[in-house]
Nanobody, 122 residues
């Protein structure tokens, strides 16, 4: 099983980025997906999650209204559209997969990708 996140980079406050997470080695349509982020010295923080069907989505309060999670099961890809980025969004972003459901808890995800760096300058 492999999750590969991409799309990170260095942007200015107010800019947008779209992260992608390509899933291989499993039937992505059976898995809930989540995005988390982490900065040095902190615990991994929930950002957004989406159910296997895409019918339900969940967001951290800090990103609600600015970020949108979506998925294309035919392409085995999950996206995180990030708009109106703020310096406090700077972190390494990780995608995660868990069979059967989507959750806001990092400890309940079995599969993780290596992460992609997002840096937002003021």
């Amino acid at each position: 099983v492999q999750l590969q996140a991409s799309g990170g980079g260095l942007v200015q406050a107010g800019d947008s980025l779209r992260l992608s997470c390509v899933i291989s080695g499993l039937n992505s349509g059976d898995y809930g997906m989540g995005w988390f982020r982490q900065t040095a010295g902190t615990e991994r923080e929930f950002v957004a999650a989406i159910t296997w069907s895409g019918g339900s989505t969940y967001y951290a309060d800090s990103v609600k209204g600015r970020f949108t999670i979506s998925r294309d099961n035919a392409k085995k890809t999950v996206y995180l559209q990030m708009n109106s980025l703020k310096p406090e969004d700077t972190a390494v972003y990780y995608c995660a997969a868990e069979k059967g459901w989507a959750t806001t808890r990092a400890d309940l995800y079995t599969y993780w990708g290596p992460g992609t760096q997002v840096t937002v300058s003021s």
